[in-house]
């Protein structure tokens, strides 16, 4: 409900040449000011990974096989989420001390 309130990521605000706000963002991520050197670090970082990436992405890309294997990765991870939501109790967080009756079988 509050998802319009969240900030864009500071890769996706850099990407579209919005630096000012990358950089605010990332302060305000580290509870920082704009100047502080680990923000600076961190922006320095983003925009080199944005150098490395290599055009731009699409959609269609993730139904494709070939070298890359998109779809079989995006298959993977589509499965990977659906069989997490389905699994039994037991299979929850390990920590989670609401599926201990389950496991223990009372």
Do not use: C
Request: charged share 20%; proline share 8%.
């Amino acid at each position: 409900m509050w998802l319009w309130r969240a900030p864009e990521s500071p890769r996706w605000l850099a990407a579209k040449g919005r630096h000012e706000e990358a950089i605010a963002v990332l302060a305000a991520l580290q509870n920082a000011p704009v100047d502080d050197p680990e923000v600076l670090r961190t922006w320095t970082g983003i925009v080199e990974l944005n150098a490395q990436s290599v055009g731009d992405f699409a959609l269609k890309e993730l139904l494709t096989s070939g070298p890359t294997q998109h779809f079989r990765r995006t298959m993977l991870g589509v499965l990977a989420q659906g069989t997490r939501s389905q699994a039994p109790p037991m299979f929850d967080e390990p920590d989670s001390l609401s599926s201990l009756p389950t496991i223990v079988g009372y």
